[in-house]
């Protein structure tokens, strides 16, 4: 070796050393850094981990963070742990060397992976927070929650995250809403105990305002508990009854009720307490002398406001001598009914034997008659005026009596012809069809009719039976006029709030006031010089009355009559 080589050697020795001892210095450091002798961060750059060592004056800082109980961390892009302080590793559950330099997304499941690198991206651009799951060394996952923010450390970003342990959080929000859910129910179990008292005292207020004004009422009064149990009775049970308020029997409305009359009050009773609704009973109940009389018991119950029951109230009110007129009522109305029920009988008798008698007259009568014509050709001799006269009022009596025997046959046809179909009956087209029947008699009398039906223009009733009706009375009208003046006859209708007015008003002759309660009589008549039969205004009334309506009448001696029909609507 030449003297040349020799200083080369030497260099390379001492650069060997210098190298020697700076790897001694790191591997120190690294092992200082390590195990927490050194404070210092290791932060990747493009040249490689560089190593920084905390000053003095972040030592503050550093015993902030390391006596914090939420785990406190520094990120690198990567995701690398640089730094990492006690709290961190004990919530993870591993050595402070454990996480220190190892990548954070290992402890996040992988179910969480893409929801914890959205959130890191947005720790990188700004302030963020959120919530993750994190596994720890014994496999479990904790809940934790997340804040990110980005920190410059000597010309290098990282990103500073603080996590909190939300399980304990979340014990304790759990502790509070059990708490709260049994503050709840205190509350609303003081509320309704509340609600019950002011009930009770509105209860015993409305029983006493009742008890005040039960007593000063004449019947017997009383009130009970929603289950139907008695609470109070008025002074006048006591009276009635003879009874002691102050024994327990005085309370016992039942033990006073008649036996016979017990079950049905006593159904009642159960039937308005299941159902709520009012009770209405009449019973019998025994008086202090030991008699019964008829009480007409009725009970309502009283509501608060969210409809409850909370009292019933009742009275019985004596309503002996009324039940005993009702009674009476109905006795006498039974035998009403059943005098009615002889008297149809009778009629129908009657109305048989006047057809049979009517029919079997018209045999012998028809006989009469051809004997007398069998005799007019046997007296061909000249004869007496007084004979011919005897044969003409045989004559006239034969024709009264066949005219007698049909108008008995009409009655009789009325009677059982109750039944006829009611119809709506234009009263105008009616009336001048009857007009055209009475054509003659008008003429002869040479009168006018007025009609005026327009306010009322129909009339439901049945149509044959109104025929005769206007029929009888426009002849009477025509028949009985006055020979002072002609015959002027106004027919017309109006209106009623339950019938139909039909006025037939003449000019005629006109009857004493006194005789006019007469002119429905059958076979009554008060004008000699008219032929007529006495039946026709007797069928009218009928045939009005069978169908509910009736039938007056208005006269004066030489002025005229009103006939006033009134139909039922």
Known sequence: MSDKDQPCAAGLLRENEELRQQLLEAEELITAIRTGAVDALAVQSAEGPRIFTLQSADQGYRTLIEQMNEGALLLSRDATVLYGNASLAGLLGLALEEVIGSSFQSFVPLAFRTYWHGLLEKGWESKSRGEIPLQTKSGLLQPFSVSMNVLDFDGMPVLAIIITDLSAQREIEDIRARVQEQNSLLEHQQQELLRQQQAQAAIAQAAAEANRMLEGIPQIA????????NTFLNRQWFYYTGQDNLTPSGSNIKANIHPEDLPTAMARWRNSLTMGTALEVECRIKNHQGHYRWMLGRALPSRNEQGEIIQWIGTYTDIHEHRLAQERIDRAQRELQENNERLTRVNADLDNFIYTASHDLKAPINNIEGLLHALLPELDTPCGEQVE?????MQDSVDRFKRTIEHLTEVTKLQKENDQPIATVDLATLIREVSLDLAPLVQEAGGVLEVTV?????????????????????????????PER??????????LEKYVLLEVQDNGLGLKPEATHKMFSMFQRFHDHVEGSGIGLYMVKKMVDNAGGRIEVQSQVGEGTTFSVYFRR
């Open 454 to 482: 327009g306010s009322c223009p129909t009339i439901s009733f049945a149509e044959k039976n109104l025929r005769s009706i206007i029929y009888n009375l426009l002849s009477n009208a025509f028949k009985y006029r006055s």
């Open 389 to 393: 006269l005897l044969l003409n009022m």
């Open 222 to 229: 009383w009130t009970a508990s929603p289950g139907g149990h």
């Open 486 to 495: 002609a015959a002027r006859v106004h027919i017309r209708t109006s209106q």
